[in-house]
């Protein structure tokens, strides 16, 4: 008689799997019909069976929104790390405005001009031995080093992610640089952010 109980519940366990993957299935062709149109052409019905699957036991989502908030966080410490950058720079031009200022305050009227155009020459002149004039090299200098490491964690961070779902058995993961394929994975991860707010909607009216 167990066994019997057992059969029935798995039966019953296996349709509960299937209409919930049908019920995935269709909200991601529902979905994709508001991607442009090369890439619906790229989302087969293959493919969203398999997402939809992926999907069915809610790990995926979990996973997915642990992903955007890691992001979420780099992205203001990297923002931060170059705002604190440009606030220095911005001490070091300060500084250097200061300096002018308090030369032209202690100099002869008639040598004015003669500073005036010396201390403009610093501004712009290449830089040299002189700590003054090497300012804004140094300045462009840190700026574009702080560029490439944006750019590289941010890279770093994509590589995580599409190996994680990739791991994780999520259909169209895989780390690569291809622009293309980035784009398609950007417009898979919208698709599932979209399937998890409809389920907390969902959730929340069901209450």
Excluded at 73 to 90: D, I, P, V
């Amino acid at each position: 008689m167990d066994r019997y109980a057992g059969a029935g519940d798995e039966a019953a366990d296996r349709a509960r799997q299937q209409e919930r993957h049908y019920q995935l299935l269709s909200a991601l062709q529902s979905l994709v019909k508001e991607l442009p149109s090369s890439f619906q052409q790229r989302l087969s019905y293959t493919t969203l069976s398999d997402l939809a699957l992926a999907l069915l036991d809610g790990t995926v989502f979990e996973i997915v929104q642990g992903l955007l908030e890691i992001q979420h966080l780099t992205e203001k410490s990297l923002y931060n790390q170059r705002l604190r950058l440009q606030n220095e720079h911005r001490v070091l031009r300060q500084a250097l405005r200061q300096k002018h200022l308090e030369a032209q305050q202690t100099c002869r009227p008639h040598n004015l001009p003669v500073l005036q155009a010396a201390q403009q020459r610093e501004l712009e002149e290449p830089p040299s031995l002189k700590p003054w004039q090497a300012m804004e090299h140094r300045i462009r200098e840190e700026q574009q080093a702080m560029d490439r490491k944006i750019v590289l964690e941010l890279d770093r961070k994509v590589a995580d992610q599409q190996s994680t779902l990739e791991k994780a058995g999520v259909a169209g993961f895989y780390v690569t640089t291809n622009p293309q394929e980035l784009t398609l994975q950007m417009n898979l991860l919208e698709l599932i952010r979209k399937l998890q707010q409809r389920d907390c909607q969902v959730g929340k009216a069901a209450l």
